[in-house]
C-alpha cells in the first residue's frame, strides 16, 4: 500500500508569490489534515479535509487556504507568501470516519517550503 | 491558547539504557493522546496512543503512562537503539473541536551514543 505523497518535495518562492502544495492521501483514507512545521513553533495544524468539506480549521490566516477533490486528493495554497511563511508543510491522511479519536494519522515526508 | 508540552529538551542516553520523554499538556478535556517520532527529513510516526480512561499502554518496547491529575504524559523506550535517535513528540486531539485537531508538543530530541 503506498503512503501520503506529497509533491514537490523542495520549493523556493518569491515574497508575494502564491504557491500550491500537492496530497495524495492513503487510498481509502478520506481524511487529510495539514501541518506546518518550523523550528520556532513546532507543528502547528492548518485545517483538515474530509469527503471534500473543511471540517476543522487552526489559527491561520486567510492566506491559507485548502481544498479537497472527490478521490481524496488535497491541495493547500498559500498567497501572497511572507518570508515567515519558510517551513515544512506536512500532509497527514486517516480513515477519518465517525468520531473514532484513535485512528491512526500516516504522514508524508512533506514540502519545504523557502521563501525568498 | 492551547498547547501541548513545553520548550523542547534534548535527551542523551546510552544504547542499552532505558528513555524516558516527558510532555506536559494544558487541555484537561482532551480524550486521546499519541506519540510520534519524527527521523531527519522524515514525516512523523505514530508510535503509540493512549486515551484519557486509561493509565498506561504498552507497545513494543515502548510504554506511554497518562497522568491525568497533573496533566502529564510520558513516553519511556526500553533498550533504546540507536535507530531510536529522533525527535519525539506527544499529542492530543482536540476533542471540543470536530475530528482530526492534533495539537503538537514542542518535540524532545532523543539522541542515543552507541
Known amino acids: 500500500k503506498a503512503g501520503v505523497t506529497q509533491t514537490p518535495r523542495y520549493l523556493i518562492k518569491t515574497r508575494g508569490q502564491q504557491v500550491t502544495l500537492s496530497c495524495s492521501p492513503i487510498?481509502?483514507?478520506?481524511?487529510v489534515s495539514w501541518y506546518q512545521q518550523t523550528p520556532g513553533q513546532g507543528l502547528q495544524f492548518l485545517f483538515e479535509?474530509?469527503?471534500?468539506?473543511?471540517?476543522n480549521k487552526g489559527n491561520f490566516p486567510g492566506r491559507f487556504s485548502g481544498r479537497q477533490f472527490s478521490n481524496s486528493r488535497s491541495e493547500m495554497n498559500v498567497s501572497t507568501l511572507e518570508l515567515g511563511d519558510s517551513a515544512l508543510y506536512l500532509c497527514?491522511?486517516?480513515?477519518?470516519?465517525?468520531?473514532?479519536?484513535?485512528?491512526?494519522?500516516?504522514f508524508g515526508q512533506g514540502t519545504r517550503l523557502t521563501v525568498v | 491558547g492551547e498547547s501541548v508540552g513545553l520548550h523542547l529538551p534534548t535527551l542523551s542516553v546510552q544504547e542499552g539504557d532505558n528513555s524516558i520523554i516527558n510532555c506536559a499538556y494544558s487541555?484537561?478535556?482532551?480524550?486521546?493522546f499519541i506519540w510520534y517520532k519524527q527521523e531527519s527529513g522524515k514525516g512523523p510516526q505514530f508510535i503509540i496512543d493512549?486515551?484519557?480512561?486509561?493509565d498506561k499502554r504498552q507497545g513494543q518496547r515502548v510504554t506511554v503512562l497518562l497522568n491525568k491529575t497533573v496533566k502529564h504524559l510520558s513516553l519511556q523506550i526500553a533498550a533504546t537503539q540507536p535507530g531510536d535517535s529522533a525527535v519525539y513528540f506527544c499529542?492530543?486531539?482536540?476533542?471540543?473541536?470536530?475530528?482530526?485537531?492534533?495539537?503538537f508538543g514542542p518535540g524532545t530530541s532523543l539522541s542515543v551514543i552507541p
Open positions: 497527514a491522511s486517516n480513515q477519518g470516519g465517525g468520531v473514532d479519536l484513535g485512528t491512526e494519522a500516516f
Open positions: 487510498s481509502g483514507h478520506r481524511s
Open positions: 479535509y474530509f469527503s471534500e468539506t473543511q471540517r
Open positions: 487541555n484537561s478535556a482532551s480524550d486521546y
Open positions: 493512549i486515551r484519557s480512561n486509561m
Open positions: 499529542a492530543e486531539k482536540g476533542v471540543e473541536t470536530s475530528y482530526d485537531k492534533v495539537i
